[in-house]
C-alpha cells in the first residue's frame, strides 16, 4: 500500500484536473465473484489524522495486468495520434503555398473559439506534466513498478500530445487561411469525449462498489466531459462557416461596392430576404432551440404568412445541396467506368456521401441515445436497496437522483437534437431528389415519355422522394436495433444469470420472423405503388381533358373506371395494412412475451428473483420495447425506401433526348442554316418502319420554307427532327444558328402573359409594344382587367385557342432567333389575323429571318423562297410554288381542292366576280386591311371601358385557400365519425384502457409476489406467480390485437369514403372550379393527402391513443405511492399545455404553408415535362431548373422552421417532464422508512424513467400535422357541383331533340362571379336541320357561346332553349349525351383507338370500321398492327393533331347527335381532307342542326346563316349571301380579305 505525502495530499485536492488522471492510475479491476484469486481488491480510502502531518487519501490497487495494458494503449493510441498529425502537418504543407498577410485571419467569427482552443489545449498539457512530474515523484520515493514506468510514458505522451495539438493549431490560424478545425482533431476531439465519459462510467463502478472517491473527482470528470463536448461543439461548428462569412475574406473594394446594393448584407439572402436565425444562431441558442423564439412568437400574435418564413441557411438550400449530390453521383459513375447505368446501389451510395457529415452526427447522436437511456435500469437495483436498507447514507440518495436526472437530460439533449438533424437530412435529401427527377424530366426523349407517363412521374415526386426523405429518420435503427438488444442481454445477464439467454433465444426467434414478413410488405408496397401509379396516370389525364369529358358527358364513365382502379389499389392497401396491424401485433407484444418466457425461465431453474431484478428487467424490457415495437415500421420503411429508389432509378435510367443528334455547322458555311444529308428518322429506333426518309435539302439563311401536305405525311415529325427530337437513324442534320419553335398544339405557362412572352429574356419596351402589335395582342389585352399582368389558367384555359397561339408566337419572335420553326400556326386564328400575322410577322419582323413554317393554308405558300411537299415521311417535292405546281401530283392536288373552294366562294359571292376582287390595287386593299384593323380598335376600347366600370375585376387563377386558425373540431369529428358512425371509437378506446390495466397489473403482481431481497423466502409459490402473469399478459395481448384491427378496419374505411365523396364531388365540380384550380392542387389531394389518409392518420391516432393512455397510466402508479407527486404533476401538466397553446399558431400554419408550397412542386413539374420541346428549343432548361429549385427551397423553408418549432416545444416537454421526475425522486427517497413497500417504490420509478410530456405532444402534433391532409380532403368534399345529371321531372324523350332548333334569348356568361362578361346579351335562333357558321376575331367569343349551348358555364341571364325546351331544366347528362362537339383541341385518351371512338362500348367494330373510312383514317389504321387495337399514348402523342381531329371527327359519327357542333373540327387539316370531311358532314347530318366555328372562310360559306361575333356581341347575323350583298359589312370585308390573299 502506497502512501503520498500531506503536501501530495494537498496539492491533489486543489487540482481535480490531477485528481481526474490520477484516477488513471487506479487499477480497473474484473467483477468477477467466483474467480477470487484473480480477484483485485480495491479500495478508496479518505482518512484524515488531524494530530499527524502525514495524510492518506488515495488507498492504490495492487498492480494487475488489466491496468497496465489501458496505460500502454492509452500511450500507444497518442503516439499513433501524434505521427498522423506530423504526416498531416507535412502533407499540407507541402500542396498549401504560404500566403502573406495572413496574421489578420485570426479576426474572424472563430476569433473566441480558437483561442478557447488554444487555451484549453496548453492547459491540459499542463495538468499533465504535473501528473508526470508527481508520479515520478512517487517513483523515486516507492520505487518504480511496471504499472508506474507505464503510467509515466503515458502521462508523457499525453503532455506532448496537447501541447503538440496546440502549436499546430496556432499554426492553422497564424499561417492558413483554412477557417475550419481539421478532420484529423475533429476526429480526436470525439475519442477524446468517449474516453472521458468512459472514466466517468469507472469512477461510478468503483463508487458503487462502496469505495469513496473525493467530491473533486466528480467535478474533474464533469470538466473533462465538458471539454470533450466543446471540443466536440468546434467539430461541429467550427466547419462550413467560412461560406458563410466569405466576404470578410473578399478585398475590402469588392465589399464595399457590395454595399451599395444590398447584396452582401450579413443575414440577409441574396433576395434581400431574412435567412433563418439558425445560421447565426450561438450555441446555447442551438441547444435550446431558443433561435425558433421570433417565428413562434410573431405566429402567436398573427396568422403567418410565406413572406413571415426566413430563408434556408445557404448550405441547406437546394442548389447547393444538388449540386454536391450531382457531384458525388459522377464521381462514382466515372469511378465504376459504368458511367451511363445507373443502379439502385449508385443512387444509394450518392445520397449517403453527400450527407455523410450529417450521417456521421447523427450516427453520434444515436449513440448516446441508445447508452443513456440504460442508466436507469442498470442502478434500480442500487435504488430498492438503498430504498430497503435503513443504515444507507442521506447523501447517496441525492447522488442517484442526480445520475438519474442528467442520465434523462442527456437523453432529451441528444434525442432533440438526432430528431432535428433527421428532419434536416431529409430536407436534403428531398431537395436533391425533387432536383435530380426534374432535371431528367427536361431530358427525357419522347420514346421515353411514351413508356412512363406523367401520373407515375407525379407519383414519383409526390411519394417516392417524400418516403426516402421520411427513410432518414429510421437511417440508424438498422444498427441501433441490435445494440438495444445487446445492452439488454448484459444487463439482464448481470441481474439475472442464465435467465438472459432465454430472453436472448426468445428475442432472436422474434427477429427472425422479420425476413418472411419483409419480404411480403414488400411484395405488397411494390403492388400498391403499380396500382396506384394507374390511377394517378389516369386521375392526371383526365383532369387534363375535363372540359372534353364534360363535353362529352363521360365524365362519369371515367370516374367509374378511377374508382374500379382505386378498388384494385385498395386491395393491396388491406393487404399492407393487414400484414402491417399483425407485425404490429406481434412486436408490440414481443416484450411482454420476452418478459413472461425470461420469468418463467427463472422460476424453472430455480433463479432467484427479487423486487430489484424484476424491476430491472422490466425497465431494460421497456426500452427494448421501443426497439421491437419500432421494428415494423423499420422493415416497413427499409420495404417501401427500398421500392421507391428502384422506381427512381428506374426513371432516371429512362433514356434521354440525343444531345449529339444536331451538328453544327463549319465556319465556311456561314450562308446555309439548315442542312439534312440521307437523314433517316424514327420515334422508335427498332421499329421497321421509319418516320422520315431520305432527307436531302439545305435550307440557306434568310430563306422562308414553307412544308405542305396531307395529314400524316410528316410535317411536324420533319420540324421535330430539325429540333433534335427525333432520333436518327442514318445521315446528318446540322445547323448555323439559335433556334425559336412555335408548337403546333400550344404550350402555354401558368403565370402573367407578359412572363409568357419574355419567356426569360430581359424587358426590352420598344421591342415588346413592337410585337404586341404584330401579333394583335393590344386589343385582347385591353379587354382585360389586368392587362399583360392577368394571370393565365393551367394550359391557358382562359384563353382562347388564338390567343394562344399568338402568344406562342410572340414568344418566339421575342426570342429574337436565327431559324424560326412554326407549327401550323395560322390554323387557330381566324382569316383576318392569320393574314396580318403573316404580314406584319413572317413578312416583316422575321423578313431577314430563316423561317421554316408548316401550313395547310395554300394561300401562304407563294411567299415562300422554298415549298417542301411531304407524303409518307418523305419529301416528295421542293422548290418555288411555280416551279413544284407543274412538276408533281400532290402539290397539284392540294392546290387544286383550294381553288375548288375558292371557286364555291366566288359562287357565293352573288353577283360579284373574281376579277372585281383580284383588281383591286394593292394601296385599296391595304388601306382596306387598315380600315378593318381600325374599326376593331375603335370599338374594343370603347366596350373594355364600359366593362371596366361596371365589371367586378379579378383574376381567374387565384392563390390556393387554405384555412387559418386551429384545425376545426368538426374535422376530426368528421374523420372519426365517418366509418360507421363512430361505432368502434368506443371499443378502440376500452380496448387500449384494457391494455394499460392489464399490463400494469401484471406489473404489480410481478413485484408484489416477489420478496424485496433474496434473503426474504417467497411467499407465493413460482408456478403460480408465471401463470397469473402469463395471463395478464395473453390478455394484454389480445387488447392490443383487438385495438389494431379495429383502428385498421376504421381507417380503412374512412379512407374509402373520402376518396370517393372527394372524387365524386371533383368531377361533378363545374368547369370554372378547373379553370380557376391549377391540376398540381388536385393532383395534391388525390396523392398526398389520400396517402395520409390511407395510412399515415390511422396510424397516428393509434400512437396518440397509446401516449395518452399510457402517460395516464404512469401518473396513476406514480401518484399513487405518493400522492403528492399530483402537486408537482398538475402544474407541469398546465404548463405543458400552455407551451403547446403558444407553439401550436405558428405550427398549424407552417404545416398549411408546406402543403400550399409542395403544390407548385407538381404542378411545374407536370407542366415542364409538357412543354419539355419549347423548353429545350429556346435553350431555358437551367432557368426552368432554377425555378424548381426556388420553389423546393420554398417548400423546404417552411419544412425546416416547422421542425424547429416541433423540437422547440419538445426540448421543454421533456426538460418539465425530467423536473417533475426529479422531484418526485426526492419526494420519495424523503419520506420515512418502512412506509411504502421499496419494490413498489421501485416501480414507480421505473414507470417514471419514460415519464414525459413530449410523447404526447409529439404524437399530437404529427397528428395535427396529417389531419390537415382531412382538412383539404374535405375542402374538395364540399365543391359546389354542378346541375343535376339527370332531373327526373325533367326527363326529356330518346327522341329529342327531334328538331334541332336553338334559341338563343338575351344570353350573357362570365367564366366566374369576379370576372367580367364574355358573352354580353346575345339573341338569336337557328332553326332546325340549319348550317350555322359563326366567325370573328380569336377571343371574340365563339367557343364561349358553343359551351354555354353545353352548359358548361351557366348563364348570368337570358337562357337557351333547344326544340322549345329551357336547357337549363334539363339534366346534364341528358343534355350532353344528346348533342355533339368535335372540339378545339383534338383530344385523345391514353389506351387504344378503340376506346377512344367508342369508350362507351356501345358501337360495333362494322361501325367503328365504317366510320374510320368516312373520315380519311381506314387506311391508315389498317396498316397499323394493332388495328383497332392500335395503341394511343398519352395525350395522343403518337398520333398527329390532324389525325386526332379526323378521331374526334369520327365520334360524332357514330353518335349521329341532332345537334352538330364543329369548333375549329378542321383546322389542323390540309384542304383535301378538309373538303372531304364537309361532304361527309353534309351527308349523314342534312337532317341536323350544324353549328360550325371555322377560320377557314371556305368552310362556312355554304352554311344557311352566318352569325359574326366581336367582344360578345354579336355584329351580323344573315345569310351569306345577303352580307356579302353588304360590302360594309364585316363579314363581307372579311371575305374580300380572305379573297385577295388566296388569290394573291
Known amino acids: 500500500m502506497i502512501k503520498f505525502p500531506t503536501h501530495f495530499c494537498k496539492w491533489a485536492c486543489i487540482n481535480s484536473n490531477v485528481l481526474k488522471l490520477i484516477g488513471f492510475v487506479l487499477d480497473l479491476s474484473d467483477r468477477s465473484q467466483q474467480i477470487k484469486q484473480k480477484k483485485i481488491k480495491f479500495a478508496t480510502m479518505v482518512a484524515f489524522e488531524d494530530s499527524k502531518n502525514d495524510m492518506n487519501i488515495w488507498i492504490l490497487f495492487s498492480q494487475s495486468s488489466t491496468t497496465i495494458f489501458l496505460h500502454g494503449f492509452s500511450a500507444s493510441i497518442h503516439l499513433i495520434f501524434l505521427l498522423v498529425l506530423a504526416i498531416s502537418f507535412v502533407c499540407k504543407r507541402r500542396m498549401m503555398p504560404a500566403l502573406e498577410n495572413s496574421k489578420p485571419m485570426l479576426k474572424n467569427t472563430f476569433f473566441l473559439y480558437n483561442w478557447l482552443a488554444l487555451i484549453s489545449c496548453i492547459c491540459l498539457s499542463f495538468c499533465g506534466l504535473l501528473l508526470c512530474v508527481l508520479n515520478c515523484l512517487s517513483g523515486y520515493r516507492h520505487g518504480w513498478s511496471d504499472l508506474k514506468l507505464v503510467a509515466q510514458s503515458d502521462f508523457a505522451f499525453r503532455t506532448l500530445t496537447w501541447f503538440v495539438i496546440f502549436v499546430y493549431l496556432y499554426i492553422q490560424f497564424s499561417q492558413s487561411r483554412e477557417c475550419r478545425f481539421p478532420i484529423v482533431l475533429r476526429v480526436w476531439w470525439d475519442f477524446y469525449l468517449i474516453m472521458s465519459c468512459f472514466y466517468l462510467v469507472i469512477h461510478l463502478s468503483l ?17 473533462s466531459i465538458i471539454a470533450g463536448l466543446f471540443f466536440c461543439y468546434l467539430g461541429l461548428f467550427g466547419k462550413g462557416q467560412d461560406d458563410k462569412n466569405s466576404y470578410l475574406k473578399k ?23 431574412s435567412v433563418t436565425p439558425y445560421a447565426n444562431a450561438n450555441l446555447l441558442s442551438i441547444f435550446t432551440f431558443a433561435w425558433m423564439g421570433p417565428l413562434l412568437a410573431l405566429g402567436y400574435k398573427k396568422t403567418l404568412d410565406l413572406k413571415d418564413v426566413p430563408q434556408l441557411a445557404k448550405c441547406d438550400r437546394a442548389n447547393v445541396v444538388f449540386d454536391r449530390f450531382r457531384e458525388k453521383l459522377a464521381c462514382d459513375a466515372s469511378g465504376s467506368g459504368d458511367g451511363e447505368q445507373l443502379s439502385t446501389l449508385k443512387l444509394g451510395k450518392a445520397l449517403i456521401l453527400s450527407m455523410w457529415k450529417e450521417i456521421l452526427w447523427t450516427a453520434l447522436l444515436t449513440m448516446v441515445c441508445t447508452l443513456a437511456p440504460y442508466v436507469g435500469p442498470y442502478l434500480i437495483v442500487t435504488f430498492v436497496q ?15 437522483v442526480f445520475i438519474f436526472f442528467l442520465s434523462k437530460l442527456i437523453k432529451s439533449l441528444s434525442e432533440r437534437h438526432l430528431s432535428f438533424r433527421s428532419r434536416k437530412m431529409a430536407l436534403r435529401v428531398r431537395a436533391a431528389l425533387f432536383a435530380i427527377i426534374y432535371k431528367k424530366g427536361l431530358k427525357l426523349s419522347s420514346q421515353s415519355k411514351q413508356g412512363h407517363t406523367s401520373g407515375e412521374s407525379i407519383n414519383l415526386m409526390s411519394v417516392d422522394v417524400e418516403r426516402i426523405g421520411i427513410f432518414s429518420w429510421y437511417l440508424h435503427d438498422t444498427w441501433k436495433v441490435p445494440v438495444q438488444v445487446v445492452l439488454a442481454m448484459l444487463i439482464l445477464y448481470n441481474r439475472i444469470g442464465l435467465a438472459s439467454l432465454a430472453a436472448l433465444v426468445a428475442t432472436m426467434i422474434l427477429m427472425l420472423a422479420n425476413v418472411p414478413l419483409g419480404k411480403l410488405q414488400e411484395n405488397f408496397q411494390g403492388k400498391l405503388m403499380d396500382s396506384k401509379d394507374q390511377r394517378m396516370k389516369v386521375t392526371s389525364e383526365s383532369l387534363r381533358n375535363m372540359r372534353i369529358l364534360k363535353l362529352q358527358g363521360w365524365e362519369m364513365k371515367i370516374l367509374a373506371k378511377i374508382i374500379e382502379l382505386r378498388n384494385f389499389e385498395t386491395k393491396w392497401l388491406k393487404k399492407l395494412l393487414y400484414t402491417s396491424a399483425m407485425t404490429a401485433f406481434i412486436y408490440l407484444c414481443a416484450p411482454m412475451f420476452v418478459s413472461m418466457v425470461t420469468f418463467g425461465f427463472c422460476i424453472l431453474v430455480g433463479i432467484p428473483l427479487d423486487s430489484g431484478k424484476i424491476l430491472s428487467a422490466l425497465a431494460t424490457f421497456e426500452i427494448l420495447q421501443e426497439s421491437i415495437y419500432n421494428l415494423p415500421d423499420l422493415i416497413s420503411m427499409v420495404v417501401q425506401t427500398k421500392v421507391s429508389i428502384f422506381r427512381i432509378t428506374s426513371f432516371l435510367g429512362l433514356g434521354d433526348l440525343h444531345l449529339n443528334i444536331i451538328q453544327e455547322l463549319p465556319g465556311d458555311s456561314a450562308k446555309v442554316a439548315i442542312e439534312i444529308v440521307k437523314g433517316n428518322f424514327s420515334w422508335a429506333l427498332h421499329s421497321p418502319n421509319l418516320t422520315l426518309k431520305d432527307l436531302n435539302f439545305q435550307v440557306h439563311h434568310g430563306m422562308r420554307v414553307a412544308v405542305c401536305g396531307s395529314v400524316g405525311s410528316g410535317k411536324s415529325s420533319l420540324l421535330s427532327c430539325i429540333l433534335g427530337e427525333i432520333p436518327i437513324v442514318s445521315g446528318a442534320i446540322k445547323l448555323n444558328g439559335s433556334k425559336a419553335y412555335v408548337a403546333q398544339s400550344p404550350w402555354i405557362q401558368s403565370g402573367k402573359i407578359v412572363d409568357n412572352i419574355l419567356f426569360g429574356k430581359e424587358m426590352d419596351e420598344e421591342r415588346y409594344e413592337m410585337i404586341l402589335e404584330a401579333c394583335s395582342i393590344k ?22 385557342g388564338g390567343q394562344k397561339q399568338r402568344i406562342q408566337i410572340a414568344r418566339a419572335l421575342y426570342h429574337d432567333a436565327d431559324i424560326y420553326l412554326l407549327d401550323d400556326p395560322f390554323s387557330a386564328v381566324d382569316a383576318h389575323t392569320g393574314t396580318h400575322l403573316f404580314k406584319e410577322c413572317l413578312l416583316g419582323i422575321l423578313g431577314s429571318k430563316t423561317v421554316i413554317y408548316v401550313t395547310h393554308q395554300v394561300e401562304f405558300l407563294p411567299s415562300a423562297d422554298l415549298i417542301l411537299v411531304m407524303k409518307d415521311g418523305r419529301i416528295t417535292q421542293a422548290g418555288k410554288y411555280e416551279e413544284i405546281l407543274s412538276s408533281g401530283i400532290e402539290f397539284i392536288e392540294l392546290v387544286g381542292a383550294h381553288k375548288k373552294a375558292l371557286t364555291n366562294l366566288i359562287s357565293v359571292e352573288c353577283g360579284a366576280t373574281l376579277d372585281n376582287l383580284i383588281n383591286c390595287e394593292v394601296h385599296g386593299n391595304m388601306l382596306s386591311n387598315k380600315e378593318s384593323i381600325q374599326d376593331n380598335k375603335e370599338r374594343d376600347p370603347k366596350n373594355c371601358n364600359i366593362e371596366k366600370q361596371v365589371e367586378p375585376k379579378g383574376q381567374l387563377v387565384e392563390e390556393e385557400k387554405r384555412e387559418k386558425g386551429g384545425v376545426s373540431p368538426s374535422v376530426y369529428w368528421k374523420y372519426v365519425t365517418a366509418a360507421y358512425k363512430g361505432a368502434f ?22 413485484v408484489l409476489a416477489s420478496p424485496v431481497s433474496e434473503d426474504v423466502r417467497p411467499h407465493v409459490r413460482g408456478s403460480t406467480v408465471i401463470f397469473v402473469y402469463a395471463s395478464l399478459i395473453l390478455g394484454s395481448s389480445l387488447c392490443v390485437l383487438i385495438r389494431s384491427m379495429l383502428i385498421i378496419t376504421v381507417g380503412y374505411k374512412t379512407s374509402t369514403l373520402f376518396f370517393n365523396k372527394m372524387h365524386s364531388c371533383i368531377f361533378r365540380a363545374p368547369m370554372s372550379f378547373f379553370d380557376s384550380t391549377p391540376s398540381g392542387r388536385i393532383l395534391n389531394r388525390v396523392s398526398i393527402d389520400q396517402s395520409a389518409v390511407d395510412t399515415s392518420i390511422p396510424h397516428q391516432i393509434e400512437e396518440l391513443l397509446i401516449s395518452i393512455i399510457g402517460l395516464l397510466g404512469t401518473a396513476v402508479v406514480m401518484s399513487q405511492v405518493a400522492w403528492k407527486i399530483l402537486i408537482v404533476f398538475i402544474p407541469m401538466t398546465v404548463t405543458c399545455i400552455w407551451y403547446m397553446q403558444y407553439y401550436i399558431s405558428a405550427a398549424r400554419e407552417l404545416s398549411r404553408l408546406i402543403g400550399v408550397c409542395h403544390a407548385p412542386i407538381i404542378q411545374h413539374f407536370s407542366e415542364s415535362n409538357l412543354g419539355s420541346t419549347t423548353i429545350r428549343c429556346f435553350g431555358q432548361e437551367e432557368r426552368f431548373m432554377n425555378i424548381n429549385l426556388k420553389l423546393v427551397d420554398g417548400y423546404s423553408q417552411h419544412k425546416f422552421h416547422f421542425s424547429g418549432a416541433m423540437e422547440w416545444l419538445c426540448f421543454r416537454m421533456d426538460m418539465l417532464a425530467s423536473i417533475t421526475y426529479v422531484i418526485s425522486l426526492v419526494l420519495l427517497i424523503s419520506m420515512p422508512k418502512g412506509v411504502l413497500n421499496p419494490g413498489v417504490v421501485g416501480l414507480a420509478i421505473t414507470y417514471g424513467l419514460g415519464f414525459s410530456m413530449q410523447g404526447l405532444i409529439w404524437d399530437f402534433s404529427i397528428l395535427e400535422n396529417k389531419i390537415i391532409s382531412v382538412e383539404r380532403i374535405l375542402q374538395y368534399a364540399c365543391i359546389p357541383s354542378e346541375p343535376p345529371l339527370l332531373v327526373e321531372e325533367n326527363r326529356v324523350g330518346h327522341e329529342w331533340p327531334s328538331q334541332g332548333k336553338v334559341d338563343i334569348v338575351d344570353l350573357q356568361v362570365r367564366y366566374a362571379p369576379h370576372l367580367p362578361l364574355v358573352l354580353r346579351g346575345i339573341t338569336c335562333t337557328f332553326l332546325g336541320g340549319m348550317k350555322i357558321g359563326i366567325v370573328g376575331r380569336t377571343g371574340s367569343g365563339k367557343s364561349t357561346l358553343v359551351q354555354a349551348i353545353f352548359r358548361m358555364f351557366e348563364p348570368t341571364t337570358g337562357q337557351i332553349r333547344i326544340d322549345d325546351i329551357n336547357i337549363s331544366n334539363v339534366g346534364l347528362h341528358d343534355l350532353r349525351s344528346r348533342l355533339s362537339i368535335i372540339p378545339q383541341d383534338p383530344t385523345m385518351f391514353e389506351g387504344t383507338l378503340r376506346s377512344n371512338l367508342d369508350p362507351l362500348e356501345q358501337y360495333t367494330d362494322e361501325q367503328i370500321w365504317e366510320v374510320l373510312d368516312k373520315c380519311q383514317l381506314g387506311d391508315e389504321v389498317k396498316k397499323k398492327e394493332g388495328k383497332l387495337d392500335s395503341v394511343v399514348t398519352e395525350n395522343g402523342e403518337n398520333w398527329s393533331m390532324g389525325q386526332r381531329q379526323l378521331i374526334c371527327l369520327g365520334r360524332v359519327l357514330l353518335k349521329r347527335s341532332k345537334v352538330l357542333i364543329l369548333d375549329e373540327a378542321t383546322a389542323s387539316v390540309d384542304t383535301t381532307t378538309d373538303y372531304l370531311i364537309q361532304q361527309t358532314l353534309w351527308q349523314h347530318f342534312s337532317g341536323s342542326t350544324v353549328i360550325i366555328i371555322a377560320h377557314r372562310i371556305t368552310s362556312i360559306l355554304d352554311t344557311d346563316m352566318i352569325l359574326f361575333l366581336d367582344n360578345g356581341h354579336i355584329l351580323e347575323y344573315d345569310s351569306p349571301g345577303k352580307l356579302l350583298e353588304i360590302k360594309t359589312s364585316s363579314f363581307a370585308k372579311l371575305v374580300k380579305e380572305y379573297t385577295q390573299r388566296c388569290s394573291s
Open 207 to 223: 463508487y458503487w462498489k462502496q469505495s469513496s472517491l473525493p467530491f473533486l473527482l466528480w467535478v474533474s470528470d464533469s470538466i
Open 251 to 273: 478585398p475590402l473594394l469588392k465589399f464595399s461596392s457590395g454595399r451599395n446594393n444590398g447584396d452582401d448584407r450579413q443575414g440577409s439572402s441574396p433576395s434581400g430576404e
Open 386 to 400: 438503498y430504498l430497503s436498507s435503513s443504515n444507507q447514507l442521506k447523501y447517496k440518495g441525492y447522488a442517484l
Open 779 to 800: 386589343n385582347d389585352l385591353e379587354l382585360c382587367a389586368f392587362g399583360d399582368q392577368t394571370i393565365i389558367g393551367e394550359r391557358g384555359i382562359n384563353l382562347s
Open 985 to 1006: 371509437v368506443p371499443l378502440i378506446l376500452v380496448a387500449q384502457i384494457l391494455f394499460q390495466l392489464l399490463l400494469i397489473t401484471s406489473s404489480y403482481w410481478m
